[in-house]
């Protein structure tokens, strides 16, 4: 399985750099629906050759009934992210939301899980104070995701905002909604994650996959954001926690080669 799962994560990092280099090189490229499902397939190995597929299981579902539950709810009402639609772009919907959707969020939700493990090495996780941070944590390394990718994914016309908004023309509600999202997946798959049997939690080597497609992504939009303003948002948002997520894992991995 590990195998298999540095074989997406290639497939990975070659995908993030068509979206930066394709245009001027003419790369073959996948489109959105072939990028997630690469994606979501590379996070569902990653997590279950690293944890099990029990709790992988236990995560994607959490996510997925989550994400929908409130992304059906905001897309009805408005409420949650602000008023918006999407568009036939991802394919077919389970009500107002593309059935891709739900993959999108689990894509993206293990590797920001991942840095914000990283990022908090050391402290306890497994307490419910512990878990309550490494949720937050987590919220706010994915939420920082959305800054730069929201923009340029509406722009394309993947979904539409209706009354456009103060941030790019996505409006703020929208960054309150996925904190509150990505909060509640990660608080809850944290208290049934003791309850299922995995292995031993660790951030180095392989396990440092997902936040190098995290810290890869940062460096995307850094230097290749559709929309050039995004560069800095990228840089301060995304790659200070990319950064910083990587150096706690170079720090990690250097203090167990020596204790050994």
Same mark, same amino acid.
């Given at each position: 399985?590990?195998?298999?799962?540095?074989?997406?994560?290639?497939?990975?990092?070659?995908?993030?750099?068509?979206?930066?280099?394709?245009?001027?090189?003419?790369?073959?490229?996948?489109?959105?629906?072939?990028?997630?499902? =690469?994606?979501? %397939?590379? *996070? $569902?190995?990653?997590?279950?050759?690293?944890?099990?597929? &029990?709790? @992988? +299981?236990?995560?994607?579902?959490?996510?997925?009934?989550?994400?929908?539950?409130?992304?059906?709810?905001?897309?009805?009402?408005?409420?949650?992210?602000?008023?918006?639609?999407?568009?036939?772009?991802?394919?077919?919907?389970?009500?107002? =939301?593309?059935? %891709?959707? *739900? $993959?999108?969020?689990?894509?993206?939700?293990?590797?920001? &899980?991942? @840095? +914000?493990?990283?990022?908090?090495?050391?402290?306890?996780?497994?307490?419910?104070?512990?878990?309550?941070?490494?949720?937050?944590?987590?919220?706010?390394?994915?939420?920082?995701?959305?800054?730069?990718?929201?923009?340029?994914?509406?722009?394309?016309?993947?979904?539409?905002?209706?009354?456009?908004?103060?941030?790019?023309?996505?409006?703020?509600?929208?960054?309150?909604?996925?904190?509150?999202?990505?909060?509640?997946?990660?608080?809850?798959?944290?208290?049934?994650?003791?309850?299922?049997?995995?292995?031993?939690?660790?951030?180095?080597?392989?396990?440092?996959?997902?936040?190098?497609?995290?810290?890869?992504?940062?460096?995307?939009?850094?230097?290749?954001?559709?929309?050039?303003?995004?560069?800095?948002?990228?840089?301060?948002?995304?790659?200070?926690?990319?950064?910083?997520?990587?150096?706690?894992?170079?720090?990690?991995?250097?203090?167990?080669?020596?204790?050994?």
């Amino acid at each position: 399985m590990r195998a298999s799962c540095r074989v997406f994560f290639v497939g990975i990092i070659y995908l993030i750099l068509t979206e930066a280099l394709g245009p001027r090189f003419h790369l073959p490229e996948l489109g959105n629906i072939g990028f997630t499902l =690469v994606f979501v %397939l590379f *996070s $569902l190995l990653h997590c279950s050759a690293l944890e099990s597929p &029990w709790r @992988t +299981a236990m995560f994607f579902a959490v996510s997925a009934v989550v994400s929908y539950a409130l992304e059906e709810t905001g897309v009805r009402t408005g409420l949650i992210y602000g008023p918006y639609h999407y568009s036939d772009m991802l394919g077919a919907k389970l009500g107002h =939301v593309p059935i %891709l959707i *739900s $993959l999108a969020w689990f894509m993206m939700i293990h590797p920001a &899980w991942a @840095t +914000a493990r990283a990022l908090l090495s050391g402290i306890d996780q497994t307490s419910v104070a512990g878990n309550t941070a490494r949720a937050a944590v987590a919220a706010c390394v994915m939420t920082a995701w959305d800054t730069v990718m929201d923009p340029g994914m509406a722009a394309a016309g993947n979904w539409v905002w209706e009354r456009g908004g103060a941030y790019f023309g996505v409006p703020l509600r929208n960054y309150f909604g996925w904190l509150l999202t990505t909060f509640l997946v990660y608080w809850i798959a944290g208290l049934l994650w003791p309850r299922i049997k995995g292995r031993a939690s660790a951030i180095g080597g392989f396990a440092a996959l997902p936040v190098l497609v995290y810290a890869f992504f940062a460096l995307r939009y850094i230097v290749a954001s559709s929309i050039p303003a995004l560069h800095v948002v990228a840089f301060f948002a995304m790659g200070v926690l990319a950064l910083l997520a990587v150096i706690r894992i170079g720090v990690g991995s250097r203090a167990t080669g020596l204790a050994r």
